[in-house]
């Protein structure tokens, strides 16, 4: 018998050397060995609890803890280290009345109330974590936790200005804790102040430079405040530490977008897709690209894929109608820029493309009514104004083209296609008389 206790207790040491070399699954081979000879040890089971949170067992872990309590139930220390991995499952209803047993059995044990504040927060009750931060601070004024559980409480509640407060006191409290300054930078982020977001991101990177997350964060704040340059830099840092960071390439590949550099753009749309990374929008970023190149057919297909793929979204749908537009397939486009009509009626521009397609078509009429619903919506529409004019000197009625054109001249006076026109109706109306007298003669004659 006293060898085998002999044995147990050479395991256990032997469990802790590897669980410093961080051999966590040797280590929990030899705690377990260990409890077989002798599993009335609390503490040996709170070390295996442990181990086997390491290994990612978490569920078994807190089986563990929870034989370790059985056996010493009035252990803070593991008491303690059960609630935090019951948070770190996602139960904080059971974590609360861990703590809260904690509590009760250690009134002065700080980190009871301490961690409810984080297990209220989570469970949406913020007066509960309010009242937990208060009791910990008796105990405790100065424990940096409790500011920072604290700060994600009332940052959950839109309290922003407050949440900076609470983390800006951990900062003073603790330099170096983790985290809390990506917390400040998100929460200046929110309120648009891009300055002090962006002090705070390089600050937190101070700690780990080659944190790609907290970089990809940074490209973003930059693209909000309108620092397209800067947002490149960043997302270029980001794919030389991890060529494989897909989100990296099509985030940069949208900034040459916005930048007309469609080539670039479209080589970085590429490889995104290549890298495998889920991409909801690839398919319509690289239809655009290929459209602006004049790449048309290539433009078509990866605009048909993206209309499959986000039929309620009218853009998708303009894009591709411009794509067959530019093919001359004028019926294809009237049916794209209708899907699109369909889903946002209220498009001037898009009410124009249709009217485009339609004079193309030579249906002028119905070409004129979408003309005249891209003016209604945008009474400063010039553009739409001349195809308008111009499809009623087709169809002849001579007064809607020079009101058309008054109406132009009265929102453009620079605009000199207007005015000739105007100066210049007597004749089109001599030659669309003499076009139908020469019609009717023809006529004649082939009778």
């Not at 503490?43 to 034989?67: K, M, N, T, V």
Request: hydrophobic share 40%; proline share 4%; with cysteine.
């Amino acid at each position: 018998m006293m060898n085998d206790w002999f044995e147990a207790e050479q395991r256990v040491e032997r469990a802790q050397q590897l669980a410093e070399a961080r051999r966590w699954a040797d280590a929990i081979v030899e705690i377990e060995a260990a409890l077989e000879i002798n599993p009335h040890n609390a503490s040996w089971h709170a070390h295996h609890a442990f181990l086997l949170d390491q290994s990612g067992r978490q569920d078994e872990s807190l089986q563990a803890y929870q034989r370790s309590l059985d056996l010493e139930p009035t252990d803070p220390d593991v008491r303690f280290a059960y609630g935090v991995a019951l948070m770190s499952l996602g139960r904080y209803a059971r974590a609360v009345k861990v703590f809260a047993e904690l509590a009760r059995q250690n009134p002065n044990d700080e980190r009871a109330y301490c961690h409810r504040i984080a297990a209220f927060a989570e469970l949406g009750r913020h007066d509960r974590a309010e009242e937990m931060f208060y009791l910990a601070q008796q105990i405790d004024e100065d424990c940096p936790h409790c500011f920072y559980y604290m700060g994600e409480s009332l940052s959950a509640r839109g309290r922003t200005d407050q949440a900076i407060a609470c983390w800006k006191r951990v900062l003073e409290l603790e330099p170096d804790y983790p985290g809390v300054n990506a917390k400040i930078g998100r929460a200046y982020r929110s309120q648009r102040r891009y300055g002090e977001a962006r002090e705070a991101y390089l600050n937190e990177l101070r700690n780990d430079a080659g944190d790609t997350e907290l970089l990809f964060e940074l490209a973003e704040l930059a693209v909000e405040a309108k620092q397209p340059a800067s947002a490149a830099a960043k997302l270029q840092q980001i794919i030389e530490l991890d060529p494989d960071h897909g989100r990296a390439y099509f985030a940069l590949g949208e900034i040459h977008l916005q930048r007309n550099r469609y080539a670039k753009a479209l080589q970085c749309f590429e490889k995104a897709e290549a890298l495998g990374e889920h991409l909801p929008l690839i398919n319509v970023r690289k239809g655009e690209a290929a459209l602006h190149l004049g790449r048309f057919n290539e433009a078509r297909e990866h605009l048909e894929s993206a209309c499959e793929q986000h039929p309620r979204e009218p853009g998708v749908h303009v894009a591709l109608g411009d794509a067959w537009l530019n093919l001359r397939r004028f019926d294809r486009a009237l049916e794209a820029f209708r899907r699109s009509l369909a889903l946002e009626p209220e498009a001037p521009q898009v009410h124009h493309r249709a009217a485009i397609c339609l004079f193309k078509l030579a249906r002028h009429e119905a070409g004129l009514r979408h003309c005249h619903q891209a003016i209604r919506l945008d009474p400063n529409y010039v553009s739409a104004m001349r195809d308008a004019a111009v499809a009623y000197l087709h169809l002849g009625q001579w007064s809607s083209v020079k009101a058309m054109a008054r109406r132009a001249l009265e929102v453009d006076p620079t605009a000199e296609a207007f005015r000739r026109l105007s100066s210049r109706l007597w004749l089109y109306r001599i030659r669309h008389h003499l076009r139908a007298l020469l019609l009717l003669l023809l006529g004649k004659s082939k009778r």
